[in-house]
C-alpha cells in the first residue's frame, strides 16, 4: 500500500509540530500523573479514576502517533501557482444554479485534508469539489456529484494566499 502524502502549508506544519510537542511534553506529563493518584486510591479492579486515567492515556498516545505520522508524511507547500488550480491555490468558483438552488460564487483555498476548515474557505484537495477542481484553470468548468445534486462550477480566478 503506497503511503499517504499530506500537502500542507509552513505555518500548518509548524503549528502541527507546537501540537505534538505539547502532547509528548505537557499533556502526557498530565496523564502520567492521573495514573499515579488514581493508583494510590488502591484496588486497581474497582477503580474508575484508575481506568478513565487508562484511557485517557491511549486516546494521548493515538493522537500522538498520529500527529507523528502526519508530520512524518507531510511535504511543505514551496510554490502556488496562479495558473492552475492546486495544492495551496485561492480559487473563485462559480456555481451554476440547480434545483432550487441559485447561481453562487465562492472563493475557497484549497488546502491538505489536516488544514481545512470550512468556516475559513478552506477545502480539502480530497474533498469533491477540492479535488475536481485541482488542475483546472481560469474559464474551465467541472462537475461534482453530491448528495444534493450534480454542481456545475466554472473557474473564475486563481490567485495566491500570502496569509498563510
Same mark, same amino acid.
Given at each position: 500500500m503506497a503511503e499517504h502524502i499530506e500537502q500542507m502549508s509552513q505555518a500548518h /506544519?509548524?503549528?502541527?509540530?507546537?501540537?505534538?510537542? /505539547?502532547?509528548?511534553?505537557?499533556r502526557r506529563r498530565e496523564v502520567a500523573d492521573q495514573l499515579a493518584e488514581a493508583r494510590s486510591y488502591g484496588d486497581l479492579s474497582e477503580n474508575a479514576e484508575y481506568d478513565e486515567a487508562r484511557n485517557e492515556q491511549a486516546r494521548l498516545e493515538t493522537e500522538i502517533a498520529e500527529l507523528e505520522y502526519t508530520l512524518a508524511h507531510a511535504e511543505i507547500i514551496q510554490t502556488v501557482s496562479v495558473d492552475e488550480v492546486g495544492n495551496g491555490s485561492v480559487v473563485t468558483l462559480k456555481r451554476e444554479a440547480f434545483g432550487d438552488n441559485p447561481e453562487k460564487i465562492e472563493t475557497l483555498k484549497i488546502?491538505?485534508?489536516?488544514?481545512?476548515?470550512?468556516?475559513?474557505g478552506w477545502i480539502s484537495d480530497e474533498s469533491p469539489i477540492g479535488k475536481a477542481a485541482l488542475h483546472k484553470r481560469v474559464g474551465d468548468a467541472f462537475i461534482v456529484e453530491a448528495p444534493i445534486g450534480v454542481m456545475t462550477f466554472h473557474v473564475i480566478d486563481i490567485s495566491m494566499d500570502n496569509n498563510g
Open positions: /506544519y509548524d503549528a502541527l509540530e507546537q501540537q505534538l510537542a /505539547y502532547l509528548i511534553g505537557t488546502v491538505g485534508r489536516t488544514e481545512s476548515d470550512y468556516a475559513k
